[in-house]
């Protein structure tokens, strides 16, 4: 059962840490709290060494009093089991909990995350200090949701020590039994002379003159992403126990840098999915890549989730480090409204003078409240709770982009034909097109329940094991348009090459085989011919494909594969499957989408400039129109008669006018 969280209207608030500060501040935290609109924060994230300043010796004053601040003052608290930080006292007792890298090097402590997943000494003095915090706070009133631990694997996704090594064989025994011919088989270690004779010769991928095995390495990535997740359940079991009516969360990482972990495996395990977002300070257009996380944190969630981090401004671990510009605070928060968050908070509530984090910005900034943040940060709280009625509301999807970590993690791996492939570049070239026509998507797994949905597109799926090969294929067949791009569908889910040419998988349902790749070097694209717009190109990939089925869309126009199709699309059954046979510039890729969905039938949520986000969130009475304005010149968008903007709580009258830079939320009632 799913517990919820009981706060009122949308969450907003952030990290607070207290023990950063003299307590004479902490009355003021509280009242600044209020004049901001925040009801929700957490607490205790980094606070292990003084809550339990020696082994089973604990200090909980300066915990009992902020919590009772917390309470007095109306603010609900998100408290933190502090594991992500063991003390020095921990490391200096358990030298052997600390982390191995890849190269044999055992880490120091003095960071946050140095410990090794697998130490059962880590495990039992976590569960200690877990144990200790439900036992005393399960019952105070403040406490309405369990942090479990921070950003699992953020700094410490794998250790390669001897503790790993047993339980990587451990969790190896469970996936193939205790015989290792199915592991032999799955590693293909006759290649290399890499046949293992004895459970003690498997280790972790460590450090080696050549070229690892690669299905070694996948199923090293998926225990290591396994492992987290079994220190997740612990922590969350023992304060169920302790509070069966508190939800637990623990924040996700669905960002621009982080593939660690399988989040399809982790998404069901929390009450309520978090999520942690920043932007990358080189990205143009991160309004692109809020979208995207958005959508896919929502997918995961299977509707409303929370943003437990972002930041006010500028974070401190770039190397340019850049504040954002007039307006983009709000925009970004709002953005992840629009894509179905029912909470908005940032790192951290007041800023450190001291720490690796002290250049990073917060809600109270090292200005005070003589200071644009401040502003901002007041004004989105009045934002939030104008939005109050938008909790719980979801944004409905006619189209699926299909999203796997283990495809992510098995196209990375060294000698492939092209290491200039990366997954998620290839799935936000897919997806920018739908951002821009204002198209609402899902991600999904391969293997989905893809019935509600009009248009499924796998802009990189390199691994897919039979089922969700099968899946995509049965989708299309019953009347569904699927779109595939290259070097898909190449290898099973063991790494193995699917045998009798490519696109492996998915050669039936596209009508198309290839005998052979070509990538193309990163500065040499070929040219495109064809139903494509003039001066077409296509880049990173080409191969040598022919039609078995399929009609040509457009063909290479020269490069080595001069002729070739290098777009292809087949009728399957009751439906369509399109394949692109490399990746096109970012107009041709727009052009070729925007057929692909119009002949699926899909249309934008509304009609808007170019530069205008516009996201529908769905309630049981209303439909929640949020249009933002990127462009930085305003735009008036159509909405329905009887319509009501909710952050001026003004009636429209057919169009809404969002000003430069700006959000307007429209109210849309639906008939019951």
């Known amino acids: 059962m799913k517990r919820t969280l009981s706060v009122p209207g949308l969450a907003y608030g952030g990290d607070y840490n207290p023990e950063q500060w003299p307590e004479e501040v902490w009355a003021e935290d509280v009242r600044l709290m209020r004049e901001a609109g925040v009801n929700l924060v957490s607490v205790g994230i980094f ?55 890849r190269d044999g090097r055992r880490l120091s402590y003095g960071s946050r995350q140095t410990f090794c997943p697998s130490s059962p000494a880590y495990r039992e003095a976590a569960l200690r200090i877990a ?88 199923d090293w990535r998926r225990f290591c992403s396994d492992e987290l997740l079994s220190l997740y359940r612990a922590e969350r079991d023992l304060l169920r126990t302790a509070a069966p009516s508190v939800p637990a969360t623990t924040n996700f990482m669905v960002n621009f840098s982080f593939e660690a972990l399988d989040y399809w495996r982790w998404a069901p395990e929390p009450d309520i999915v978090s999520n942690d977002h ?8 991160s309004q692109i890549d809020i979208a995207l996380s958005g959508d896919l944190v929502r997918s995961l969630a299977g509707g409303p989730w929370l943003l437990m981090e972002h930041s006010t401004g500028a974070v401190n671990w770039q190397p340019v480090n850049r504040a954002k510009g007039p307006g983009q605070l709000r925009r970004n928060a709002l ?54 009625e938008v909790r719980g509301s979801t944004v409905p999807a006619e189209v699926a982009v299909v999203w796997d970590w283990n495809a ?41 329940d893809l019935s509600g949905y009009r248009l499924v597109l796998a802009p990189s799926l390199y691994l897919v094991d039979d089922a ?10 019953r009347g ?34 290839s005998d052979e790749p070509f990538p193309l070097l990163p500065d040499a694209p070929v040219g495109l011919g064809g139903a494509v717009p003039d001066g077409a190109s296509g880049r990173l990939w080409s191969e040598r494909l022919r039609p078995a089925g399929a009609e040509t869309v457009a063909s290479f126009a020269d490069g080595p594969l001069a002729g070739v199709p290098a777009v292809t699309r087949h009728g399957y059954g009751a439906g369509t499957a399109w394949y692109l046979a490399t990746l096109p510039d970012p107009d041709t890729l727009s052009a070729l989408l925007d057929r692909v969905r ?47 903007e909710l952050l001026t709580g003004t009636e429209t009258a057919g169009t809404v006018t969002v000003a430069p830079g700006e959000v307007a939320v429209v109210r849309e009632p639906r008939a019951r």
Not at 348 to 356: E, I, N, P, Y
């Open 47 to 101: 606070s292990w060494a003084l809550l339990e300043p020696a082994e089973g010796v604990y200090d909980f004053s300066r915990l009992d009093k902020v919590l009772d601040l917390l309470h007095a003052g109306g603010v609900a608290a998100d408290l933190a089991t502090p594991t992500a930080a063991p003390p020095a006292w921990f490391f200096r007792a358990h030298p052997e909990a600390l982390p191995v890298d």
């Open 131 to 218: 144990g200790a915090l439900a036992e005393r706070y399960a019952d105070h009133p403040a406490v309405r949701m369990w942090h479990v631990h921070n950003e699992y694997g953020c700094h410490n996704a794998a250790c390669y020590c001897d503790t790993s090594a047993a339980a990587f064989r451990r969790w190896l025994r469970d996936r193939y039994g205790d015989g290792l011919a199915a592991l032999n088989a799955a590693w293909g270690t006759a290649f290399w002379s890499q046949w293992y004779h004895d459970w003690e010769e498997v280790l972790p991928p460590r450090a080696t003159g050549a070229v690892p095995n690669p299905t070694h390495q996948l």
């Open 278 to 285: 920043y932007l990358r300070s080189t990205d143009p257009e």
């Open 335 to 388: 953005a992840h409204v629009a894509r179905g968050a029912d909470g908005i908070a940032f790192f951290q509530w007041r800023q450190s003078t001291a720490g690796a984090e002290q250049w990073h910005s917060a809600m109270l900034p090292h200005a005070g409240t003589d200071s644009r943040v401040w502003q901002d940060v007041v004004r989105l709280g009045a934002d939030l709770k104008a939005l109050a």
């Open 408 to 448: 992510a993690w098995a196209l990375e791996l060294p000698a492939q034909p092209s290491g200039e492939l990366r997954h998620l570049d290839l799935v936000r070239a897919w997806y920018e097109p739908l951002w821009r026509a204002g198209v609402a998507v899902d991600f999904v797994r391969p293997d989905a």
């Open 468 to 477: 969700g090969a099968a899946n995509l294929s049965a989708f299309a067949e």
């Open 480 to 513: 569904g348009t699927l779109a595939v791009g290259f070097h898909s569908g190449a290898v099973d889910e063991n790494c193995h090459v699917r045998l009798g040419g490519y696109p492996g998988a998915f050669r039936d349902v596209l009508g198309v085989r």
């Open 598 to 644: 119009t002949e699926a039938g899909v249309e934008p949520v509304r009609s808007a400039p170019p530069g205008v986000e516009v996201v529908r969130r769905r309630g049981p009475r209303a439909d929640y129109l949020f249009v933002i304005d990127h462009t930085g010149q305003g735009a008036e968008v159509r909405v329905a008669e009887g319509a009501f």
